[in-house]
């Protein structure tokens, strides 16, 4: 499957963005979803997941409750609402697609054969 992120952008402190990741086809449905990022000189770390059916879902700590990952099968899409953005959000942003993937390795970046082309968020102070 083919991920086209969207809806980086640069963004004052305390603001929002919602990035989007289109997955063109007719198996989308089948797939759980996931955000990461990696920020300059860092490792590639999980953001937030989403089961194929949008039941489950799940946040790294340090956007929880600020950051809002969902889905729309109908379009194709998953969505990443981010609120309350701060420096340290600044990153790439990748979303990732697995037809395999346990729950209990959903923020493992290994777990997920397919990633998007990732979307720059810049957030400054």
């Known amino acids: 499957v083919q991920l086209q992120a969207s809806g980086g952008g640069l963004v004052q402190a305390g603001g929002s963005l919602r990035l989007s990741c289109l997955a063109p086809?007719?198996?989308?449905?089948?797939?759980?979803m996931a955000w990461f990022r990696q920020a300059p000189g860092k490792e590639r770390e999980f953001v937030a997941a989403?089961?194929?059916?949008?039941?489950?879902?799940s946040y790294a700590g340090s956007v929880k409750g600020r950051f809002t990952i969902s889905r729309d099968n109908a379009k194709n899409t998953v969505y990443l609402q981010m609120n309350g953005l701060q420096p340290e959000d600044t990153a790439v942003y990748y979303c990732?697609?697995?037809?395999?993937?346990?729950?209990?390795?959903?923020?493992?970046?290994?777990?997920?054969?397919?990633w998007g082309q990732g979307t720059q968020v810049t957030v400054s102070s």
């Open positions: 086809g007719r198996t989308f449905s089948t797939y759980d």
């Open positions: 989403i089961s194929s059916r949008g039941g489950h879902t």
């Open positions: 990732a697609a697995s037809r395999t993937i346990i729950s209990s390795n959903r923020s493992n970046p290994q777990g997920y054969s397919f």
